[in-house]
């Protein structure tokens, strides 16, 4: 076959198959558009799911009656006129591919009417490259773009479409999520005739958005994110690590308004989360960075649905930091109780997703609900190294010089601390004390089953879990420990040979500091080897040829390495773990009510390291519903 210049319609139909998948496609590049149009209320309607029928309607600005052949044309847009423009864009859409390609694998009307002229005027397609004569209709100032039997010339492509009901779902959460994105503009979604969705403007309420979309009980523990740096700006409320879901579906983020999926957010989220999330577990969240347009890449996929960083590392971090924060303002209780779920039970799921714009309209500030430490119960303290504010890490000295090895030693065994005794604190104020004077947690009534502390607070009743609590808190204090001391190296009595590829061999050259910081020692001795001369004291007795390979991994795919940190985090759990109070050991009441305040003091208190609840509440309207008091 020779070489020729393909048609018109067979360039819109490939176009096509990278943009538009399925009906969802449709709706979220038409919803684009009306976004970019300027419009304040957005419709759109649905029949079989979007198979058979999208349309969307808009109040934007219109399109003139002599640009609506060219909206139809490939590569034809209003949004560009220079690569400048491209490197600041500031609109959802920018290529002009989205109309023709629609046009090309469906029957397509439009309709549009420029506020202040006379007539609306309408151009249709029948999925071919010739379109009628532009018309003249009776239409409101802004645009119609109505979509009929999607796929109906494309049958192989028509043969993935879904059940009505799936792709309904898939359509429904675009919807929502452009809603979440923009709380300034109203959205109604109908199906079959039917209103599914409706969703009032909420200008400068963000808040407002999220709850209908949320719910109250999402916004009700939610923690609130609002940080700044380095012209990154990062707003929006990260879920509660109880209220994990089985699936990642409700994760949103959002770069200068658009909805994207991008690895370098997703690594700085999945660390802010590591270790308060259980097993298999995601966590909701809806955020938003604003930065400027031109350090981020947009036009890197063909849905728009992933961009690029020019400055990834700085982004990364940034986010991270930020969100680790927000987390570790979340102490044992401090926000929404966690109502009558069982001990170990998550909480229950929230309903569909959405996020906030910018955090204007968060109920209470950052202070108010990130707290202060309770004011320790008086009392002495007598046990392991005696009663140790958990903020001093005092019980750790002892565990650090244990697996800090001296001079020219091998290879010992880690150390573990000792479980630190909870003794000498003061019993509770007597009965009758006023609710104002009650900590958070309340306090301790008794043990059940020689593993949940039992108390009373101002709400109602409180479980506490006392080996994962105790866990947390001693693993929280190693962690300060850990980070005051950094990455100590422990030379190796005999030098490892490290077989690596020559590009690994060249890193490692390269980055000899940056090695050096996370604990290796490291120099070539040959095109395809390293001599390892030094590891991380604390991972003394890991595979330490293998941790190296895989910090070089990361370092050419990022330019950074978690692996250390999260390597001596695994060990610091492990040593935390064994270093608590154990199930089955009787506890005094000032031992309980010790506890109580160290969870009220510490950071990510509300889960043990492996991310599951150390606490829970049943208040009283939940015990009244217990005995259908009231009813």
């Known amino acids: ?355 906030p714009g910018l955090l204007d309209g968060v109920p209470g500030d950052r202070a108010a609900r990130g707290g202060g430490r309770p004011a320790p119960l008086p009392g002495g303290g007598s046990g392991a190294g005696g009663r140790a504010d958990p903020g001093r890490g005092d019980g750790f000295a002892a565990a650090w010089a244990a697996f800090r090895p001296p001079e020219g030693a091998g290879s010992a065994a880690v150390g573990e601390p000792a479980a630190a005794d909870y003794a000498g604190a003061e019993t509770a104020p007597g009965e009758g004390a006023e609710a104002a004077e009650m900590p958070p947690l309340g306090f301790a009534i008794g043990q059940v089953a020689d593993t949940f502390v039992l108390a009373e607070n101002a709400r109602g009743l409180v479980l506490v879990d006392m080996h994962a609590a105790h866990e947390r808190i001693t693993y929280e204090r190693l962690k300060r420990e850990w980070e005051r001391e950094r990455v100590t190296a422990q030379p190796l009595l005999v030098p490892e040979e490290v077989e690596v590829t020559p590009a690994e061999a060249d890193r490692a050259e390269e980055q000899a500091d940056t090695l050096a910081g996370l604990g290796f020692e490291v120099d070539r001795c040959g095109r395809e080897r390293l001599r390892l001369r030094a590891a991380p004291a604390l991972l003394r007795g890991r595979d330490a040829p293998a941790l190296l390979r895989d910090v070089l991994g990361d370092l050419a795919e990022s330019g950074h390495s978690q692996r250390t940190e999260v390597a001596a985090n695994e060990v610091l759990s492990t040593m935390a773990c064994h270093g608590s109070v154990r199930s089955g050991r009787r506890l005094t009441v000032p031992e309980m009510n010790q506890l109580l305040r160290d969870m009220e003091a510490t950071e990510r208190s509300g889960q043990c390291n492996h991310g599951r609840p150390t606490w829970v509440e049943l208040d009283h309207a939940a015990l009244d519903g217990l005995f259908m008091r009231g009813r």
Request: with cysteine; charged share 25%.
């Open 1 to 355: 076959m020779g070489i020729q210049k393909l048609s018109n319609q067979l360039i819109s139909q490939i176009a096509a198959g990278e943009v538009i998948e399925r009906p969802a496609s449709v709706v979220k590049e038409l919803v684009e558009n009306a976004l970019d149009a300027g419009a304040s209320r957005i419709e759109v309607r649905l029949e079989q799911g979007g198979t058979r029928l999208i349309r969307v309607t808009d109040d934007g600005c219109g399109i003139a009656r002599e640009e609506l052949p060219l909206a139809l044309s490939r590569h034809a847009t209003s949004k560009i006129r220079s690569m400048d423009d491209l490197e600041a864009l500031h609109s959802l859409g920018f290529r002009g591919e989205a109309l023709p390609s629609v046009s090309s694998v469906a029957r397509l009307t439009l309709t549009s009417a420029v506020p202040g002229e006379r007539n609306a005027w309408q151009l249709s397609g029948d999925g071919s490259d010739v379109f009628g004569e532009v018309m003249p209709a009776s239409h409101p100032p802004g645009t119609t773009v109505e979509v009929r039997d999607l796929f109906f010339n494309v049958p192989a492509r028509r043969r993935f479409v879904r059940t009505e009901r799936t792709e309904y779902g898939h359509c429904e959460s675009v919807l929502r999520t452009q809603a979440a994105a923009h709380p300034e503009v109203a959205f109604v979604l109908r199906h079959n005739d039917r209103v599914t969705l409706d969703l009032p403007a909420a200008p400068g309420d963000p808040a407002a958005r999220v709850r209908a979309l949320l719910g109250e009980a999402f916004l009700a523990d939610a923690l609130p994110v609002d940080e700044q740096r380095s012209g990154l700006v990062l707003s929006g409320w990260l879920g509660s690590p109880a209220r994990s879901r089985a699936q990642a579906d409700q994760q949103y983020f959002f770069v200068n308004g658009r909805a994207i999926r991008d690895r370098v957010l997703t690594a700085a989220v999945r660390k802010a989360y590591q270790d308060v999330l259980y097993h298999g577990r995601h966590p909701m969240f809806v955020l938003e960075l604003e930065l400027d347009p031109a350090q981020v890449d947009v036009n890197a996929h063909p849905t728009k649905q992933e961009v690029r960083f020019r400055e990834s590392r700085m982004v990364h971090d940034f986010i991270f930091h930020a969100l680790h924060a927000a987390l570790g303002q979340a102490k044992a209780g401090q926000g929404a109780e966690a109502g009558a779920a069982p001990a170990g039970a998550p909480r229950s799921e929230a309903p569909p997703h959405a996020r």
